[in-house]
C-alpha cells in the first residue's frame, strides 16, 4: 500500500524535541525550520493563546514517585463499548493502561482505542468559543456567544416559528445529553431533531422494530462466541469494530464455526473469514431470498419455531419462488451453487447469527434489507437464544442510547412516537403540563408530525416554502458533535448552508461545517468536550450500559454538553423576555434536574429517564447500579456477561452493564436482558418472548404467539400487552400495593384501565406481570409481513444510480411520494439516472477506515492516527486501472452524475482487487478539499485537522430509503481518470 | 529471569494498528517513527494476512554485531535495547536488521540519520529505571513497572503476544491445537533460531 504513509514528515514532536538537549543529535535550527512548517498553523496558534485564560493541556511522562489515579471511561469511537482506563496526575491524563476487568474489551483496543489520549492534549482542539465576522474568524467569550446565539435563535422563531430551527444532535452524547437535548427540541416546540443514527442504523430501527417489537442487536458482541455459523453481510467489523474481533474470531476457532463474509469488497474481515461471497452492490434482497429458496426447496426452515412465533411467512414463500439460483446470478452475480452451501451451514449447523453495518442499512432498500435478514433468522429459528440473533453493529459509541433516548424526527425519548399519549406520558414524567407543551409549538398537528431528517436539511433550506410543509423553510441550525460531511450531496448542502440565517456548531473540533460553505457570518464555533472530559452513561451496541467517569476537566475553554445545553436555555429566556414573548426554558426544563452552578448532574438526568423509560426499559439502570457495574467489571463472565457466583450482592445475578430492557424501577433488582426474546429465561432473569407491538389479530390470524412462552410463565400461550384492564382480568389487580394505585391514580384519576405497562410511572404494571413469569409488552408473533411498511414483504429494487439499466424496469425503485414533510423523488431521478449511467460506469461505495471514524475531524486531528492514513484514496479494481492508463499510488479525479459539470474530485489511486471489476471504493471520513479546493485556511487559526482530503459525499447521489430517509451511499455511479 | 519474546499469531492479526497508537501513547514516540507497523501481505486478494513488526529482540542480535561503537546490550530479559549516548547514528543496524526496526529521526547524507531510535520491549533504556531522563530517551519501562510492552497488551484481537517465550509459545500450542490450524509463529526461525512445534 504506497499510499498509506509517507516517510519524512515531522510533526510536533514531543520525543524528538527532548533529544536535542540530552543527545548530541538535536534538531538545528533549519531542520527546526523545515519541520515546523508542517504544523507551522498548530504550533503558531498555540503561541498566539494567552495562558492566562486557557488551561493548558500539555501531558507529560508519568511521575513515578507520586501517586497516580486511575479513571475508567469509555472509548469515544465505536458502539462496541471498550473500556478506557486513564491514569492521571495533576489533572493531567499521562498514561492510558489496558482495561483488563472490561468483559466486553478485556485490555484491549483498536488503533482509536489505544490513541484517545491524545484527544485530550488537543493541540487542534477548538479552543474557544468564535464566529465569523466578515468571513474572519474572531475568538468571543461563551457569555458573550450565548447571549448573540440565544438572541438570532429567538428572532428566528419570532419570524418563522420553531420548526424553523433544526437541532442536529450528537450519537457522541451521554445518554444523559441525549435525552437532556431531545427534551430542549420539546420545550424549543419542534420535531426537527436529529443525529447519526438518521444516517447509519435508521432503517435497522424501523425495519427490525417492525418485525419483532425493538429495533437493537438481539445479543451480544460476546455472545458471538457462541455460534456455530455467522453471516456477516454488509459490515466490516475488522475496521469498524476491530475489537469485536476478538469474539468474532474467538468463536470461530473454539467452535470451528463457519464465518461467512457477504460483501461487495473482499474486505479485513473477509481475509479471516471459511466463506467470502461477492455481491453485486445493492443486490442483498435477491441473495437473502437466494439463500431462502435453497433453504425451502430443502426443508431446512425452522417449521415448529415459525408455526409458535412468527407471523406471515407463507407470503414471504412466494416472494422467494420468485428468486431460484438462476435469477439471483443473473441480478447479484452470485453463483447458485455457493449459496446453496451457505443456505445449508446457516440452517443447519446452527445456532446461528447474522451481523450486519452499514452495507445493509445504507440503501434505499435499507429497511426492506435489514426485514429480509431477519426473516431468514426467523425462517431458520435463529432469534432469542444464545450465539443466534441479529447482531447489529452499531456505529459511533452512543448511538443505541441517542437512538433509545429519541434524537430522532419520529419520536420521544424511548420510541414513545409522537402521538398526543406520548407527549402526555413525557409530560407527567417531566412535571409540566401537557397543554403547556402544545403550546411551545405551531400547532398540535405539528406536535405530533415528524420532523425533517439529517440526510435532508440542506433540502428544507433550499426547496421553495410551498414545498416544505411546516410554516418556514429551515433558517437556523444548531449543531452539536457532528460532522458536516457525512451526509450525500454536499455540492447541494453547500447551498444549503450559505442560505441559512444562523450556523451553530458546537464540538470539540471546528469540524467540516466551519469551512465547507462560502459563508462570512452568523457563524458560531462553540468548544465542547470529549465524554473523557465529563460523566455519563452511554449505551453499547449490545444494551449496555455504562458510565464513564470524568478523567480530567474539560481543556481550554470547553464546556461539556449538559452546560452548553444549560447556558443556552438561560440565553434563550433572556432573548425571550427581551422580545416579550412568554416562552420560557430553564425553569421548566430542569424543573427536577440538579445543577451545579452552571451544570446539570447527569446522575439526576439519569434519573429522569428511569422514571420516564418504562417503554423500553430504561428504568431500571440507576446511576448507582451502573456504577457499581463498573466498579466491579470483573466479575461477570466474558460469555454469558453475567455477574459470576463470587460477584458482590449489590450485583449479584446481574447481567454486565443493565442490557436493557431492565425492568421495574431500579430496587426491583432486574438484571437486564442479555439475550432478546428468550423464551430459555425466566422474565425476572432476562427472559422474553417478541413483543406483541402490533395488535392482537389481522385479517382473523392471530398475532400472539402460539404454543410459546418464556420459562416459568403463567400464561402458556401468547398474550396482549398489560395493562390495568388485562391485569383485572385475570384476576392479578389486586397485586398491586396501595403506594402504586396512589401513584397510578395521582396521574391518571379513576378510570385507569387504560393505563399500561410503558406509562405506569410506579412500575407496579411492570412488577406484577413479571411476578407471574410474564413479559410486560406481551407475548406475540414476530412479523415476516408487516403490512405497514411500503414493501411488506421485501422486494428488490434497483438503486437508484445502477449500472444494471436493463433491470430497471423489472424491478423499478418506488414510485415518487412524500415523506418527513419532503418530497421524496425516486422513480423520475432514477429514469434520469438511466439516461446517465453510460458516461459513469463505474459503481461507488464507502466505507470505513480503522484508523478514522465518522467524519473524521477528530481521529483525523489525532497526529497518532494521522500519520497512518495521510491521504484520501479510491480502491479501484486493476482491469478498471488498467483500461485508464492508472498505476497504482497515482493522483486520480474522481466525479459523480449529480456533481457540477466538470467539475472532479482528486483523491490517489488504490489499485487493488480487494474490489471487483465495475466497482470503485472509497473512505468516509475525509474532508477539508471541496472538488479540488484546499479549504485548510478557512479552519480557525490551529485548528485544522492534519489531514485532510476529499469527501466521497461530494461524489454521492440522491437515494433515501421510503420508511426512514436514509441515504444511499453504498451504490452510486461515477468515472475515474487519471488526473 | 524469564527470556522475553514477541510472538505474532498472523491467523489473528487484522491490521488494526492498535499496537501502533499503543507504542506511540506510552512512549510519545514522533511523527516518523514506527517503532512498530503492521505490514500486509497479499493486500486486498484471498490469503491476505497481516503481521505487526517490530524489534523482535534477537537472540544474538545482528544490530549488536555490527554496531560500530558497541552501543547495544541485552538485559537478563534478553531484550535489547541500546544506549543513545553512545549511538553515532551510523545506521548500520538498519542494515543488519532482518526486521526493518531500528528508525532514525531524521533523514539525510553522511551521518545525520540522528539517534537510532527502536522497540525498547517497553523496557526504557540504559537510564535509571522510570526516570525522566530515561523516558525522554526511550520511552516507558512497563518492565520494571511489573507491566509487558502495551502493544501486546492492547491488540484488539489478542493476536500480538508479549511475555516470557515458554509461556506465549504455549498460549500459541493451545490456540492452534484447540482450532486445528495456525500459520507458525512469524520471525521465530529468524529471531531466536527456533519455533513453535505443535
Known amino acids: 500500500m504506497l499510499i498509506k504513509r509517507s516517510e519524512a514528515r515531522a510533526g510536533k514532536q514531543r520525543l524528538a524535541a527532548a533529544y536535542a538537549g540530552l543527545s548530541s543529535g538535536g534538531l538545528d535550527r533549519r531542520a527546526f525550520l523545515k519541520q515546523a512548517g508542517v504544523t507551522g498553523v498548530g504550533l503558531s496558534a498555540l503561541g498566539a493563546i494567552p495562558l492566562t485564560t486557557v488551561r ?36 493531567v491524563w499521562v498514561g492510558q493502561e489496558p482495561s483488563w476487568d472490561s468483559p466486553i474489551n478485556r485490555g484491549t483496543h483498536c488503533a482509536k482505542g489505544a490513541s484517545v489520549r491524545e484527544l485530550v492534549h488537543g493541540d487542534r482542539r477548538l479552543k474557544y468559543p468564535m464566529k465569523l465576522v466578515g468571513g474572519q474568524w474572531q475568538r468571543m467569550s461563551w457569555d458573550q456567544a450565548m447571549e448573540e446565539i440565544g438572541d438570532k435563535l429567538m428572532a428566528v422563531r419570532q419570524a418563522s416559528g420553531p420548526d424553523s ?29 436529529d443525529h447519526q443514527a438518521r444516517i447509519c442504523h435508521s432503517t435497522t430501527v424501523a425495519g427490525v422494530a417492525n418485525t419483532w417489537g425493538y429495533g437493537a442487536m438481539t445479543n451480544s458482541y460476546n455472545d458471538i462466541r457462541n455460534a456455530k455459523t455467522m453471516i456477516i453481510m454488509g459490515g466490516n467489523p475488522a475496521e469498524a469494530h476491530p475489537v469485536s474481533l476478538q469474539h468474532v474470531l474467538s468463536g470461530k476457532e473454539i467452535n470451528r464455526a463457519n464465518m461467512i463474509v457477504i460483501d461487495p469488497r473482499f474486505t479485513r474481515t473477509a481475509a479471516h473469514a471459511t466463506e467470502y461471497v461477492r455481491l453485486r452492490p445493492g443486490t442483498d434482497i435477491p441473495v437473502i431470498w437466494g439463500i431462502l429458496w435453497h433453504i425451502f426447496q430443502n426443508g431446512w426452515e425452522d417449521k415448529e419455531f415459525i408455526r409458535q412465533r412468527v407471523y406471515g411467512m407463507d407470503e414471504v414463500r412466494a416472494e422467494v419462488a420468485k428468486w431460484p439460483p438462476a435469477e439471483v446470478e443473473r441480478v447479484s452475480g452470485v453463483p447458485g451453487a455457493q449459496l446453496r452451501k451457505v443456505a445449508e451451514l446457516f440452517a443447519t449447523q446452527k445456532p446461528s447469527t447474522l451481523i450486519w453495518c452499514m452495507g445493509a442499512t445504507q440503501k434505499t432498500v435499507g429497511t426492506a434489507n435489514v426485514r429480509a435478514y431477519s426473516i ?8 432469542g437464544a444464545a450465539g443466534t440473533g441479529a447482531n447489529i453493529f452499531r456505529g459511533h459509541t452512543n448511538v443505541q442510547g ?59 433550506v433550499t426547496l421553495p416554502k410551498d414545498q416544505v410543509e411546516q410554516r418556514d423553510n429551515f433558517k437556523a441550525m444548531f449543531v452539536m458533535g457532528h460532522g458536516g460531511n457525512t451526509v450525500t450531496r454536499m455540492p447541494d448542502a453547500v447551498k444549503g448552508l450559505e442560505k441559512l440565517d444562523l450556523l451553530v456548531v458546537c464540538d470539540p473540533h471546528p469540524t467540516t461545517f466551519s469551512v465547507l460553505s462560502g459563508r462570512k457570518d452568523n457563524t458560531y464555533l462553540l468548544p465542547i468536550c470529549t465524554n473523557f472530559e465529563t460523566d455519563g452513561s452511554r449505551t453499547a451496541s449490545n444494551r449496555s450500559l455504562q458510565w464513564g467517569y470524568k478523567i480530567v476537566d474539560p481543556i481550554f475553554e470547553s464546556k461539556t454538553d449538559y452546560e452548553a445545553m444549560y447556558r443556552l436555555c438561560g440565553a434563550l429566556d433572556r432573548a425571550a423576555e427581551k422580545r416579550n414573548m412568554p416562552i420560557r426554558f430553564q425553569a421548566e426544563m430542569f424543573r ?26 430504561y428504568c431500571g439502570q440507576s446511576p448507582e447500579r451502573l456504577k457499581l457495574h463498573m466498579q466491579h467489571q470483573d466479575k461477570f463472565d466474558l460469555v454469558t456477561l453475567r455477574a459470576k457466583a463470587d460477584a458482590p450482592a449489590e450485583i449479584a445475578n446481574d447481567f454486565y452493564g443493565l442490557p436493557w430492557p431492565c425492568w421495574g424501577t431500579p430496587e426491583f433488582r432486574h438484571p437486564g436482558t442479555h439475550i432478546l426474546y428468550n423464551t430459555n429465561l425466566a422474565v425476572k432473569d432476562g427472559g422474553g418472548t417478541f413483543r406483541a407491538r402490533f395488535g392482537v389479530e389481522r385479517n382473523g390470524v392471530s398475532l400472539l404467539a402460539d404454543g410459546s412462552y418464556s420459562k416459568d410463565s403463567a400464561l402458556t400461550d401468547g398474550y396482549p400487552e398489560f395493562t390495568i384492564a388485562v391485569l383485572k382480568r385475570l384476576g392479578w389487580f389486586e397485586e398491586l400495593t396501595a403506594d402504586e394505585l396512589a401513584n397510578i391514580r395521582r396521574y391518571f384519576g379513576e378510570n385507569i384501565d387504560s393505563v399500561s405497562w410503558s406509562t405506569d410511572l410506579s412500575g407496579g404494571i411492570q412488577r406484577v406481570a413479571i411476578a407471574h413469569g410474564c413479559i410486560p409488552f406481551g407475548n406475540g408473533k414476530a412479523r415476516a409481513n408487516a403490512w405497514n411498511l411500503p414493501d411488506p414483504i421485501p422486494v428488490h429494487r434497483e438503486p437508484i444510480y445502477t449500472p444494471r439499466t436493463d433491470l430497471i424496469a423489472q424491478y423499478p425503485t418506488l414510485p415518487d411520494r412524500r415523506g418527513f414533510r419532503l418530497p421524496h423523488l425516486g422513480q423520475s431521478v432514477q429514469n434520469r439516472a438511466k439516461e446517465l449511467a453510460p458516461n459513469f460506469p463505474i459503481i461507488l461505495t464507502s466505507g470505513r477506515l480503522v484508523e478514522y471514524e465518522g467524519g473524521g475531524e477528530e481521529t483525523r486531528s489525532n497526529r497518532w492516527l494521522a500519520e497512518l492514513q495521510q491521504e484520501m484514496f479510491v480502491e ?3 482491469a478498471d486501472a488498467a483500461s485508464r492508463n492508472i498505476s497504482d499510488g497515482q493522483w486520480v479525479l474522481v466525479a459523480g452524475p449529480e456533481m ?13 482487487e480487494r474490489v471487483g471489476p465495475g466497482v470503485a471504493f472509497m473512505p468516509f471520513h475525509f474532508a477539508g478539499w471541496f472538488m479540488q479546493e484546499d479549504q485548510r485556511s478557512k479552519y480557525p487559526q490551529g485548528t485544522d485537522p492534519i489531514v485532510l482530503g476529499e469527501s466521497v459525499n461530494t461524489v454521492t447521489t440522491y437515494g433515501y430509503d421510503p420508511v426512514t430517509f436514509m441515504q444511499e451511499t453504498k451504490v452510486t455511479l461515477c468515472q475515474i481518470r487519471a488526473a | 529471569m524469564a527470556r522475553m519474546k514477541f510472538l505474532l499469531d498472523s491467523d489473528r492479526c487484522i491490521e488494526c494498528n492498535a499496537c501502533v497508537t499503543a507504542c506511540k501513547n506510552e512512549n510519545e514516540v514522533p511523527w516518523g517513527i514506527n517503532r512498530r507497523r503492521v505490514v500486509t501481505l497479499n493486500d486486498g486478494k484471498p490469503g491476505e494476512r497481516s503481521v505487526s513488526m517490530a524489534c523482535m529482540h534477537c537472540t544474538d542480535a545482528p544490530c549488536q554485531a555490527v554496531c560500530p561503537v558497541s552501543c547495544f546490550y541485552t538485559t537478563a530479559d534478553a531484550v535489547v535495547l541500546h544506549d543513545k549516548d553512545l549511538c553515532i547514528g551510523c545506521g548500520y543496524c538498519f542494515y543488519a536488521c532482518p526486521f526493518g526496526a531500528p528508525q532514525y529521526p531524521r533523514i539525510g547524507n553522511f551521518g545525520t540519520r540522528g539517534k537510532m531510535d527502536k522497540c525498547t520491549f517497553c523496557a526504557g533504556g540504559p537510564q535509571e529505571d522510570n526516570s525522566e531522563a530515561e523516558f525522554i530517551q526511550y520511552g516507558s519501562n512497563r518492565l520494571a513497572q511489573g507491566k509487558l510492552p502495551l502493544c501486546a497488551e492492547m491488540c484488539s484481537t489478542k493476536a500480538l503476544l508479549a511475555g516470557d517465550g515458554e509461556v506465549i509459545a504455549q498460549i500459541y500450542r493451545e490456540r492452534v491445537v484447540k482450532r486445528g490450524y495456525g500459520s507458525g509463529a512469524w520471525g521465530w526461525r529468524t529471531a531466536y533460531r527456533e519455533t513453535v512445534t505443535i
Open chain 1, 56 to 91: 493548558p493541556a500539555a501531558a507529560g511522562p508519568v511521575n513515578h514517585a507520586e501517586p497516580v489515579t486511575r479513571i475508567k471511561n469509555v472509548c469515544t469511537h465505536c458502539s462496541v463499548g471498550c473500556t478506557v482506563t486513564a491514569e492521571v496526575q495533576h489533572g
Open chain 1, 402 to 460: 441517542a437512538t433509545d433516548l429519541g434524537l430522532d424526527v419520529t419520536s420521544l425519548p424511548l420510541y414513545y412516537g409522537l402521538a398526543d399519549g406520548a407527549w402526555k406520558h413525557w409530560a407527567r414524567v417531566w412535571d409540566v403540563s401537557y397543554e403547556s407543551m402544545v403550546a411551545r409549538f405551531d400547532s398540535k398537528a405539528m406536535m405530533e408530525t415528524p420532523g425533517i431528517p439529517t440526510t435532508r436539511y440542506f433540502d428544507a
Open chain 1, 592 to 617: 427536577n434536574i440538579e445543577v451545579k452552578g452552571q451544570e446539570p448532574s447527569p446522575e439526576s438526568i439519569l434519573r429522569e429517564i428511569n422514571r420516564g423509560g418504562w417503554s423500553t426499559g
Open chain 1, 165 to 193: 430551527v433544526f437541532l442536529l444532535g450528537s450519537a457522541k452524547y451521554t445518554n444523559e445529553a441525549s435525552y437532556l437535548f431531545r427534551k430542549f427540541a420539546a420545550f424549543w416546540g419542534t420535531n426537527n431533531v
Open chain 1, 376 to 383: 431468514l433468522l426467523l425462517a431458520t429459528g435463529n432469534v
Open chain 1, 876 to 878: 479501484i479494481n486493476p
Open chain 1, 900 to 912: 457540477p459539470r466538470d467539475k472532479w474530485t482528486k483523491v490517489k489511486a488504490l489499485v487493488t
